[in-house]
Structures are given as C-alpha cells and as structure tokens.
C-alpha cells in the first residue's frame, strides 16, 4: 500500500530543533516503511527522513505559520500524491481545500488544541475527511466533531536510552508563552531548592517579548537558560535530569515532550491540565499537582519513583509501532471500497 504524508512547509522531517508534528511524522514514515508500507512524504527539501520527498520549498519557510505558503505547499502535494492509496494529511488546509476533491481517501490528524476558530474550520473538514485525535482530551474538548479514532503519538524508542538521572538538576522544556510555563518551573524548581536548566524555542516576536517580560527577571545563578536545543542537547538534557517540570496551564492536546521524558526514564512533574493526566501515572512515573506549592513539594518525592517503570509505561503505550499498527488499521478500512461515500465521514468511529 502506498501513503502519501503532507506536512506544512515551516519545518523539517524530522526537525532539527522545535517541532512536534514532525518528530511523529517523522516516527510514522519510518515505522510505516519499516512495516513494508511504501511512504511519499511531502515536506521541505532538507527533511532528511528516507521517504520518498517531495518540495515546493527546499528550506523551511519563516515565519512560520503562514497560510499562502502552506497553501502551495498542500496544493503542489496533492498533484504529486495523485495515485496514493490514501492521503495522511497533517495540515489544516489540505483537508479543507481537497476534500472530497482528492483522486484517493484523506486521512487528517488534528494536532492542536481546538479554538473557535479550528472547531469552526475542522466542522467543515469533517463533512468529507475522517478526522484523528491525538488524545481524549483534545477529543473532548470538540464534542460535535466525529472524530474516528483517537491515536496518541508514539516514539521510535531505539533511539531513547534509559538515563541516569544523576545532573543534579530539574529540566524545563518547551515553547517559551504563557500557557507553558516557564516561568512557574522556575519558581517550582527554587522553591524545592533545585538548579533548573531551562530549554526553549524562542523565534517569534511574541514569544521573545513574553522572555523579556516574564522570564528575563527571574534568571539567577541557580537557573541555566539553554535556548532551542537540537535531538542530541535535548538527549542529554533529559537523560542526565532529576524529572522533567511541565506545569502547564493550558488544554495542551498532548505533550510529546512527556513522553520523550519518560522514555529515558526521567519522571514527569506536571499539572493535571489537557492530556497529561493520559501520560502521566500519578505516583508511578511523576506526579500530578494542581499547583506550585504541590509540585515544589513532590520533587522530593523524585526518589520513590522507578525510572525503569517510567521507560516500561512508553514501551507499552506510547511506542512508534503501536502508533503505526493503529494508523496501519485505518489506512486498510479507508483504502477498502465501501460505496460512493468512502472518503467522507460516514466511516464509522472506532473506539479508543
């Protein structure tokens, strides 16, 4: 069977710093190639995943997020996916403009969190394109939309080694905003008396804006800001970290830094907001709290939880070849003929 995958056009596959969506792309082509599938994958011209690439761009586009180049982009994807077996499509507009366009079945995952205005765009997608969540979280915040499966994002774990835990430090790491906490790890990782190295993209005018005014005052000895970090920084932060601080307060739809986390065996300290509760096992691989004062006061708890268990919990449910078998299964029912409304959302939803 062959996949076509369409990402948009503002970050390699895999990425060499920030980018979530194409850290699974990434570890969904090669899991699906691995699987005997063959993938076509549309990105940027310096992906360096062994799919079959297509570009419009060579290099990523900056700013990132900007609808006219993703717009080529999906449209330049669509004339070369012609003839696929099914369209995976990790953008927006690709499901928007072709649906029920498309020469073949369009599968969409949903990777953000649903404002107004993407519940808005996503109800119109769903009329023609099957619609993935990544977590049930992110699918309940959008009950009217007939999400067909829910698949949490998986890891290729060959790559995660277990650490020791041994740096001595708490470790933060994510885009630096409000609604990611940053400055809450600073002040949990001082008040448990800790030293925190604090890892964070930082290209976009609001988010160095939110860094001078928010972030910027707080720096001390005891605070280590390292900027955006690549695949082999990011190792090595983690690895060598007591657990990981994600106090976010925001219905983050997943949280792909968790489980990277806690496939090196580095416990996860996290509010119980968005899809955290659905990585995080209370008490077994980090600890859930609803404020600073609770997650100051279980970092000294850290030693009661086994990094082992916290690599074992991935393995069993957070790995590529999980993500990829489930994947795998909605491709075969997409592709399989089933009358003149195949490609729209009369498919019926599987649970889980």
């Given at each position: 069977m062959q996949?076509?995958?369409v990402v948009a056009p503002f970050v390699p596959v895999p990425p060499v710093g920030y980018g979530g969506t194409e850290e699974v792309v990434d570890a969904l082509a090669w899991g699906l190639q691995q699987s005997g599938?063959?993938?076509?994958?549309?990105?940027?011209?310096s992906s360096t995943n062994p799919a079959s690439t297509s570009c419009w761009y060579e290099e990523p586009v900056l700013p990132m997020g900007r609808t006219e180049p993703e717009?080529?982009?999906v449209v330049h994807a669509y004339q070369e996916l012609a003839g696929v077996d099914v369209i995976h499509d990790h953008t927006i507009l690709g499901p928007?403009?072709?649906?029920?366009?498309?020469?073949?079945?369009?599968?969409?995952?949903?990777?953000?969190?649903?404002?107004?205005?993407?519940r808005l765009l996503y109800r119109q997608i769903a009329l023609t394109v099957p619609l993935v969540a990544i977590s049930q979280s992110q699918r309940r915040s959008a009950p009217e939309l007939p999400f067909?499966?829910?698949?949490?994002?998986?890891?290729?774990?060959?790559?995660?080694?277990?650490?020791?835990?041994?740096?001595?430090?708490?470790?933060?790491?994510?885009r630096m905003g409000p609604g990611k906490g940053a400055d809450r790890a600073i002040r949990i990782a001082r008040a448990a008396g800790w030293p925190l190295r604090l890892a964070s993209k930082m290209r976009e005018q609001a988010e160095r804006e939110y860094f001078d005014r928010e972030i910027?005052?707080?720096?001390?000895?005891?605070?280590?800001?390292l900027g955006e970090i690549g695949p082999d920084e990011r190792a090595r932060l983690l690895r060598g970290a007591a657990a990981l601080l994600n106090p976010i307060c925001w219905p983050e739809p997943f949280g792909l830094v968790m489980i990277e986390a806690l496939a090196f065996g580095t416990p996860v300290l996290a509010t119980p907001c968005?899809?955290?509760?659905?990585?995080?096992?209370?008490g077994r691989t980090g600890y859930l709290r609803g404020d600073e004062d609770g997650l100051a006061?279980?970092?000294?708890?850290?030693?009661?939880?086994?990094?082992?268990?916290?690599?074992?919990?991935v393995e069993r449910r957070f790995s590529m070849e999980r993500m990829v078998g489930r994947y795998a299964e909605l491709y075969a029912r997409l592709a399989r003929p089933a009358g003149p409304h195949a490609r729209g959302r009369t498919t019926t939803p599987v649970a889980g």
């Open positions: 996949i076509g995958i599938f063959e993938v076509r994958l549309v990105s940027v011209g717009a080529v982009q928007l403009i072709f649906g029920g366009r498309a020469t073949c079945p369009i599968l969409t995952t949903c990777h953000g969190a649903f404002t107004p205005e993407q067909l499966r829910v698949i949490p994002h998986g890891l290729d774990l060959d790559g995660f080694a277990v650490g020791p835990g041994d740096g001595g430090y708490l470790a933060y790491l994510g910027a005052p707080l720096l001390a000895d005891d605070v280590e800001f968005g899809a955290a509760p659905e990585i995080v096992l209370d006061r279980a970092v000294a708890r850290l030693g009661e939880i086994d990094r082992a268990a916290c690599r074992v919990d």
